[in-house]
Structure formats: structure tokens, C-alpha cells
């Protein structure tokens, strides 16, 4: 999972108890429907060193956080043969995987690597022959050191023309293979982290107290943002005029979405948490959808907002087929005024967003209207776009994750009660289909359906209650209502 926690500010919460007792199977979901898992390379792959890989600013911010690494992770390289028999036997219709930039163009740009070529070209003609369907992430919080190095990466419109050369590559070699793109992963958080707050890769900000070595949280925030929108609308572009027609796929964005609820029955925080909403969704569905930056944010941002052409607000606008969606839990929000020093994303809002949840628990709260709020949101404010849950989950580290079967039954619940109130929502993607190096937990978070034992050389796999029961749904065995079923479950897995 790619949430980070330490973008918000944490307290306790009364904990929820709402669950979806609704009994339902496979069978309910509109014919087409997809049900699959998730990794991302930096995550899953390992071999940070091998056959030509060279750094990405995630090798970078970790080794120089010593926060953990993902040089191993779970060996992913040479066990992908062995993994994607696990998704056989699990009963996967896809699987959601990123490619890295820095294995395939080592430096950014310029000559392929052809042993990272390889790899992943290995990797798709594993998955189709075996009838699952790969689901391809761009970008993963994980570009080529070398280019940050160069011109600071996204901070600079030099970048939108290298991440297009990058991707075009990625279309020629899979693309009759892959039908599935999102260019993208979560890119408001990816933003915020990266660059307002300065906790993840590439680890900039104007923060004292952050280690970070350079940039402005008040400006490089949404610089980052509109290179983002920039370099997805022309990888859009070049997929529809150069390869559409004949591979036939379609091309989408990520983002990181939570329902947000005023703390309290104020007018002041009523009013910032529609300010939050314009914020963190709005950021970056507003312009792929009508072309323009939320008002509220033209307002209070003023200058430091970048401004779109008429040419680019028409690239950016429509530019994405479908919205790829990284669900885990509802937040609060309390009206906040600006500080006196200087602005950032979080004093622009001008708001507080608390974790609705218990803290003293590390699974998340079993709240399935919270999905089906972001999915009636997005459907009322955005015209309804083609949707895929392409991470839901929550961590725990047992073999018998009771809680974690019970809080995928009620998303996948919520999200079927959302289809059938009119949602275009088409795919949903478990986070994670094993437990990777996480972006904020490293090992020690859990959120795989499949354990790995990273103290084993050959991080051994072994699936967890709810990879049983996650088989068991998607072949159309389980019809149990509440924990009463899950417990016969448990017993004979």
C-alpha cells in the first residue's frame, strides 16, 4: 500500500461497526467485471543491481533515510514464474504490476536495457499463458536517479518529453500483450510526499526538521502536479494517435481517494471539507475532466498554481479513459486558518484531516460506506467515469487475518451496492497480492494475501486465511454472511 499516514495529522477516532452482511458472490458482478491483486517493482522485484538496473530516487531516498530497502523485496526477479502459479491457484482474473523506468532505461533515456527488456516482456507472456491479465502501472513513485539528478525530475517540464519516450517504449514492446495501462500511481499523495512533505522518494520539501536537502514545499507541490497531468495527457495523446487502432487499450490515471466527513456539525467545517475534497480530489480530476484547476484552488494558491494554455487544458482534458482509484479509509476534517509562515498544500487547504479509526490497531476500520461515498462522489462530480479499484487492503502480519477477509467482504460489498446505484466501476484489485517493502512500513507491515518470510533467503510464500477465502469468492464458493462464515472458513483452510 502506498498511503502515508504522516501526511495527516493522527488521533484517535471512535473506531466504526458498520460491516456488509450482505450475502453476495462473483456472480452478482456484471459480466467483464475483474477481480485481481496487486505489486509495484521497487515493492516486489528486488535485484536493484542486476542485469542493468540502475537507481531510481526510491533506491536513493531509502538508503539515505536507512529505512529499510527494496534491494531484495521479495525477490520478485527471479521468482515470477513461482508467483504468477500462485495467482493460478488463487484464481486471478489480473494482476496489477508496475514497470521500472530505471530497469528498462537505466538512465532515463536513451538505449533500452535489454535484460530489463526482458524481464518484463518474460514476465506478460507468463501471465497471458497462463489467462491472467496484466494490469500495468508507468510510473510508481520510481524514476531514474539520473534525471533527478540532471534537472530535479518532475519539477521540470524536461521531464513530460522523457517520461513519453519511456512510456512509447513501453506500448511498442507489451503493448499487443497488454491492454491496461495507468500511467500514474496515486499521484496526489505521490506529490504530497514527495515534495510538500518530503517523507517519500524523491524526498524534497521546505520543511526544517525534514533532512531535506532541497525544495519548496510552497511552489514544487503543484509544479510536480501539473508535470504530472502534462506528461499523462501526451503519453495519452501518443497511445490514441500511434497505437489505439491497433492494440485496442486504454490508458489511465491513479489517484489516492478517502471520504472525507467534517469533524464536527460546524458551518467552518463543513466548508473545508468540501475545501479538502476540491484539494484532493479535485487537484487532478478537475482537469482531466473539464480542463481547469478547482476555483477554490485558483483562489487561494493564486501564483504559485500553475496555469494551463488553451492548448494544454484541451490535451488534459478527457485524456484519461478510465480512474484508476487506491481506496483504504475514511478521514475527518477540521477547519484550520492559514499559518504565518510560508504556505503550503496543507495550509492552503486549510484544513486538518484526522484518520477516522483506532490507532491502537494496525488494520483499518471495517466502514464500507466509505467506499461507497468516494465511488457516489466520483460518479456525481466527475460524470461518472469508467472506474477500477486498483488498491484496497489493510495490514496485518498473522496467517489467520480474520479482520482482513472481513474488511475486503464489506468493500467488495459496498462496491457492488455502488454498480448497482449506477457506478461505471469495472475492476477492483486487492492491495497486495503478497506482503512487499512498503513506501511508509517497509517489512513491517503486512498487507498481502500471501505472507513472504523475508528473514528466508527464499522468501518463502505461504497464503494467509484470506488468500482461501479471496480463491474461494472468485470461484464462486463463498456466500457467508458476517464472521459466522468466516470462522468455517478458517477452520478447513
Not at 218 to 239: D, I, P, W
Not at 379 to 408: A, C, H
Not at 465 to 484: I, N, V
Amino acid at each position: 500500500m502506498e498511503q502515508l499516514f504522516a501526511l495527516f495529522t493522527i488521533f484517535l477516532a471512535l473506531p466504526f461497526s458498520g460491516r456488509c452482511s450482505d450475502v453476495f458472490s462473483r456472480s452478482h458482478f456484471p459480466k467483464g467485471f475483474v477481480f485481481g491483486a496487486g505489486t509495484s517493482a521497487y515493492q516486489w522485484e528486488g535485484a536493484a543491481a542486476e542485469d542493468g538496473r540502475k537507481p531510481s530516487v526510491r533506491d536513493t531516498f531509502c538508503h539515505s533515510r536507512n529505512t529499510g530497502n527494496g534491494d531484495i523485496a521479495c525477490d520478485g526477479y527471479h521468482k515470477y514464474k513461482e508467483d504468477v502459479q500462485l495467482m493460478v491457484d488463487t484464481g486471478l482474473d489480473a494482476f496489477r504490476f508496475s514497470i521500472s523506468w530505471s530497469r528498462l532505461i537505466p538512465n532515463g533515456r536513451g538505449p533500452v536495457n535489454k535484460q530489463g527488456l526482458q524481464f518484463y516482456k518474460n514476465l506478460i507472456k507468463e501471465l497471458i499463458s497462463h489467462g491472467i491479465e496484466p494490469h500495468v502501472t508507468l510510473y510508481h513513485y520510481d524514476h531514474p536517479q539520473y534525471l533527478e539528478d540532471e534537472y530535479g525530475g518532475w519539477v521540470n517540464k524536461r521531464m513530460i518529453k522523457d517520461f513519453t519516450a519511456y512510456v512509447d517504449v513501453c506500448f511498442r514492446e507489451f503493448g499487443n500483450n497488454v491492454k491496461f495501462w495507468t500511467t500514474i500511481n496515486e499521484a496526489n499523495v505521490f506529490t504530497l510526499g514527495g515534495y510538500n512533505d518530503g517523507n517519500t522518494a524523491p524526498g524534497r520539501c521546505s520543511f526544517p526538521g525534514q533532512n531535506c536537502l532541497t525544495g519548496n514545499s510552497s511552489t514544487e507541490t503543484y509544479l510536480a502536479g501539473h508535470n504530472l497531468l502534462l506528461a499523462h495527457a501526451s503519453v495519452s495523446r501518443l497511445y490514441k494517435q500511434k497505437y489505439k487502432n491497433k492494440q485496442g487499450g486504454s490508458v489511465g490515471f491513479g489517484l489516492y481517494l478517502m471520504e472525507f466527513k467534517p469533524s464536527t456539525s460546524s458551518e467552518d467545517d463543513t466548508i473545508a471539507t468540501q475545501r479538502a475534497k476540491d484539494f484532493y480530489f479535485g487537484w487532478f480530476l478537475e482537469p482531466l475532466t473539464f480542463g481547469d484547476y478547482p476555483d477554490t484552488m485558483r483562489r487561494t494558491v493564486g501564483s504559485r498554481l500553475p496555469v494551463f494554455s488553451e492548448e494544454e487544458s484541451e490535451q488534459v482534458k478527457g485524456s484519461s479513459d478510465f480512474l484508476g482509484i487506491n481506496h483504504y479509509f475514511a478521514a475527518s476534517v477540521t477547519s484550520s486558518k492559514s499559518n504565518s509562515g510560508d504556505p503550503d498544500f496543507y495550509s492552503d487547504m486549510g484544513g486538518y484531516v484526522t484518520y477516522i479509526g483506532n490507532t491502537s490497531v494496525p488494520e483499518y476500520p471495517v466502514a464500507p460506506w466509505t467506499m461507497e461515498a468516494v465511488l457516489k462522489y466520483i460518479k456525481q462530480t466527475y460524470g461518472n467515469p469508467s472506474v477500477y479499484i486498483l488498491e484496497n487492503g489493510t495490514p496485518i502480519k498473522q496467517q489467520k487475518d480474520t479482520p482482513r477477509v472481513e474488511y475486503l467482504h464489506a468493500n467488495i460489498g459496498a462496491m457492488l451496492k455502488s454498480i448497482r446505484n449506477g457506478s461505471d466501476t469495472r475492476g477492483y484489485f486487492v492491495w497486495s497480492f503478497m506482503d512487499l517493502y512498503e513506501l511508509r512500513g517497509g517489512y513491517h507491515d503486512g498487507y498481502g494475501l500471501y505472507s513472504v518470510n523475508f528473514s528466508d533467503p527464499h522468501r518463502k510464500r505461504t497464503p494467509r486465511l484470506s488468500a482461501h477465502w479471496y480463491s474461494d469468492f472468485l470461484r464462486g464458493k463463498t456466500t457467508f454472511r458476517g464472521s459466522r462464515g468466516i470462522k468455517e472458513l478458517s477452520s478447513s483452510s
